[in-house]
């Protein structure tokens, strides 16, 4: 089992950064896979960018040139690094893992998720 908790979401004016990070707990040694997906209400959630243990790494349109993700396996910690934060990013921020090597961003490849940090960008 593992357990993914994230933190570093928050209010930010339009232009502005944040940085996330994913705890993970439990067996996460085996966590190949590590990926930051969002969902805004009403939509449906969609994946923001993953990386592997071997810092390969694959961003959804959205998010390339302005997030960067990254991962500390000494620290089984994820992080999410986040500029030029557009109004169109408010979400819910999830983080995901899987055992499995993959470098997909669909939801369903997932087995584990955290409880998400909200993220708002206001005008």
């Known amino acids: 089992q593992v357990q993914l908790v994230e933190s570093g979401g928050g209010s930010v004016q339009a232009g502005g950064s944040l940085r996330l990070s994913c705890a993970a707990f439990?067996?996460?040694?085996?966590?190949?896979?590590m990926a930051w997906f969002r969902q805004a209400p009403g939509k449906e959630r969609e994946g923001v960018a993953i990386?592997?243990?071997?810092?390969?790494?694959r961003y959804a349109d959205s998010a390339k040139g302005r997030f960067t993700i990254s991962r500390d396996n000494a620290k089984n910690t994820l992080y999410l690094e986040m500029n030029s934060l557009a109004l169109e990013d408010t979400a819910m921020y999830y983080c995901?893992?899987?055992?499995?090597?993959?470098?997909?961003?669909?939801?369903?490849?997932?087995?584990?998720w955290g409880q998400g940090t909200q993220v708002t960008v206001s005008s």
């Open positions: 995901a893992a899987d055992p499995k090597w993959f470098l997909t961003l669909q939801a369903k490849d997932y087995r584990y």
């Open positions: 439990g067996s996460a040694y085996y966590m190949t896979s």
């Open positions: 990386v592997d243990t071997t810092g390969n790494t």
